[in-house]
């Protein structure tokens, strides 16, 4: 077969964000488009890790959104130009974020391409998106990010080749051009995987002997996979698993596992016979959200949770390392490190960051505020795996509820109440003014007083690795006060079309008696205090959030 030069020039924008490049799928359909980004990554990565292009092996699935299938065909007659070796993909082109990940560790391959924008929707006018992972499986560091993104402004060419389509659907070994195409169940490693980490014996007796779960797969990506395991494996009931069958638009909705978005699963448990756990999660497998009846188990509280109650768990039965968490994520796990007498971790946001301090062994459990929570058993986020870890707990505390092992971790370690409000689609211009007018004042707010909170700290959150030294600035304004409330400012790195800017806010409570309540209730002073220290209905013409997490 041929290869193909094909002349191109460089697109502006292709710069990776928080988590990959993510655009409008209108974008992604320019002629060259995704051709160049892709070809920018085969540039960058030749050599990466000790391995060359030629003749490698890469993983490549994607959450099955509208736009998987023609960007998979795309990225093979891409690779098999390129020289790769071995392309393993899943079947219908198919795999879960942690999925990837876990399948670029345990075949052993140089890295992998991962096709999603995530909870974003999805549909022809909506959402789609691409990233690199490295040979850890994890995402790509910034410096890889930088270099692809630098390789898409001087780009002049791309190698692809003519050939029939692969038949995504068919197990098994075919060949395009000179490369292997492997597909495989998109699912049995992982699952292997789970079982090897959670006690499924003591989760099995638990669904047998009544303990109840359901699962909202959100019409995304995980369906699969909880089917598999929780029906499958562990004999929930058919039917544990809400929609289940992975849908190119999501059903028109977000996959987005919050208060917000899972609407259906928040009223199941709300209803008198709510199941013992209900869960869900985002477009490609890698959030979660944790409900019990009538209780919601905020991100970062559900990090502190799994530190606390790690050893219930086969797979971390020695007891962890350390923790690490992202810096905008409450410090709700700091205090569960300093119990059990480890280091806890503060990172900017973004998987990416985790991956040293995992690949050191510095760290096991890894969190965000965002819905984010894995360990070191793959260098992603990981959903299903979170409510498995929950399932577990609960199956190897029989008699407690989702809520009271909440109330009865606040009791032991005091509650960090925690909220975000999101203000999406502002302004870019107007957000970014906002950035820049809280930042100038950073300096002179310590011992300034602010809806009757006095400010300690002040800082613009810049990050320097503690296992590579590399250097990360720019990550979120913090203000810090007496008596330990927070206030973070930051805009989202992820969005496709104008600005989101999230308010992270949090303080402690120690008193058991104060402890119940709404977040919003008992953080509305400080809220009122954010939403005047940043000028926001102001700078932004927004009245209220529109999203709160
Ligand atoms: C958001 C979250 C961040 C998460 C990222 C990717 O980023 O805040 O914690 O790592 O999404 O998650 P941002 O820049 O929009 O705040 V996912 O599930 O979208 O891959
Ligand atoms: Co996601």
């Not at 460089?10 to 655009?23: A, D, I, V, Y």
């Not at 924008?117 to 910034?142: C, L, M, T, V």
């Not at 995504?168 to 000179?178: A, N, V």
């Not at 016979?273 to 559900?302: C, E, H, Q, W, Y």
Request: hydrophobic share 40%.
């Amino acid at each position: 077969m041929d290869i193909l030069s094909v002349p191109t020039t460089p697109f502006e924008g292709q710069k990776p964000g928080t988590s990959g490049l993510r655009k409008k799928v209108k974008v992604f359909q320019q002629p060259h488009y995704l051709e160049n980004f892709v070809q920018a990554v085969f540039d960058v990565i030749d050599g990466l890790d000790d391995l060359p292009l030629a003749g490698a092996a890469l993983a490549l699935g994607g959450d099955g959104r509208f736009f998987n299938r023609t960007a998979i065909q795309t990225i093979l007659r891409m690779a098999a130009a390129n020289g790769v070796g071995r392309m393993v993909v899943g079947q219908g082109g198919l795999l879960s974020t942690p999925a990837a990940s876990c399948v670029i560790r345990k075949h052993g391959l140089k890295g992998g391409l991962i096709l999603s924008a995530s909870h974003n929707p999805g549909g022809p006018d909506e959402d789609f998106g691409i990233k690199y992972n490295i040979r850890n499986g994890g995402p790509a560091p910034e410096a890889v990010t930088n270099a692809i993104h630098a390789r898409t402004l001087e780009i002049e060419s791309y190698r692809t080749l003519e050939a029939e389509a692969v038949d995504l659907d068919r197990l098994g070994t075919q060949t395009l051009g000179g490369m292997t195409v492997e597909v495989i169940d998109p699912v049995a490693d992982y699952a292997a995987l789970m079982e090897s980490l959670f006690d499924f014996d003591a989760m099995r007796a638990a669904l047998a002997q009544g303990r109840r779960v359901v699962f909202d797969a959100m019409h995304a990506i995980t369906g699969p996979y909880a089917r598999e395991i929780l029906e499958n494996r562990l004999g929930a009931p058919a039917g544990s698993v809400l929609n289940a069958t992975p849908l190119e638009d999501f059903g028109g909705h977000h996959p987005d596992p919050n208060l917000a978005h899972a609407k259906e699963l928040v009223a199941i448990m709300n209803r008198p016979d709510a199941p013992d756990l209900g869960a869900a999660s985002d477009g490609d497998g890698d959030r979660n959200m944790i409900l019990g009846p009538k209780a919601f188990v905020t991100p970062s509280d559900s990090l502190a949770v799994l530190a606390a109650n790690a050893p219930l768990a086969p797979g971390y039965a020695k007891g962890i390392a350390g923790i690490a968490r992202s810096m905008p994520t409450s410090r709700a796990a700091d205090r569960v490190a300093e119990a059990l007498g480890v280091p806890c971790f503060e990172t900017p946001t973004g998987w990416k960051f985790f991956g040293t301090l995992l690949d050191a062994g510095k760290a096991t459990l890894c969190g965000e505020e965002s819905f984010g929570t894995g360990s070191d058993h793959v260098r992603e986020k990981d959903g299903l795996w979170a409510v498995l870890f929950w399932l577990n707990i609960l199956a190897r505390r029989p008699g407690e509820s989702v809520g009271d092992l909440l109330a009865a971790h606040w009791a032991r370690f005091g509650r960090d109440v925690y909220a975000r409000h999101d203000y999406e689609g502002l302004d870019s211009a107007a957000a970014q003014g906002l950035m820049d007018a809280l930042k100038a004042r950073l300096p002179g707010l310590p011992g300034q007083t602010i809806g009757g909170f006095t400010v300690a700290q002040a800082d613009d959150f810049a990050y320097t690795d503690p296992v590579d030294g590399s250097t990360a600035s720019g990550q979120g304004l913090r203000v810090m006060f007496k008596g330990g409330a927070r206030m973070v400012f930051r805009l989202s790195g992820t969005g496709t079309s104008g600005a989101t800017l999230r308010v992270y806010l949090e303080r402690y409570e120690a008193d058991p008696e104060a402890q119940r309540g709404d977040a919003q209730d008992l953080l509305a002073d400080l809220i009122q205090a954010a939403r005047e220290l940043a000028d926001i209905p102001g700078r932004t013409g927004r009245a209220a959030p529109d999203v709160i997490t």
